[in-house]
Nanobody, 120 residues
Framework: QVQLVESGGGLVQPGGSLRLSCAASGSIFSINDMGWYRQAPGKERELVEVITRGGSTNYADSVKGRFTISRDNAKNTVYLQMNSLKPEDTAAYYC??????????????WGQGTQVTVSS
């Protein structure tokens, strides 16, 4: 079974930092793009940041200069380092791998979500 497992969310004060991790496991042949999305209560899910296998990134303007995405291709893992957190960053954060090549075919995978709450 191919799946994404997230970790690293929690409660942090404004200005603080958190690091999210997302590991893909299973019989995986290859992964291209990996990304993070978030969804706040009453709002639509939105892109936070994505990274290609080669390391190119694309991010939302709201996180520019504060969040950094990275990946370890050998571990099929993507990270999101979040600094200078603001209350408006509060949301459930979801890892996404839109194209996973496995022994059983292609999959668009989503993680289970991890809650990030920024509050004093």
């Amino acid at each position: 079974q191919v799946q994404l497992v997230e970790s690293g969310g929690g409660l942090v004060q404004p200005g603080g930092s958190l690091r999210l991790s997302c590991a893909a496991s299973g019989s995986i042949f290859s992964i291209n793009d990996m990304g993070w999305y978030r969804q706040a209560p009453g709002k639509e899910r939105e892109l936070v940041e994505v990274i290609t296998r080669g390391g190119s990134t694309n991010y939302a303007d709201s996180v520019k200069g504060r969040f950094t995405i990275s990946r370890d291709n050998a571990k099929n893992t993507v990270y999101l380092q979040m600094n200078s957190l603001k209350p408006e960053d509060t949301a459930a954060y979801y890892c996404n791998v839109p194209r996973v090549v496995t022994s059983r075919g292609l999959y668009d995978l989503w993680g289970q979500g991890t809650q990030v709450t920024v509050s004093s």
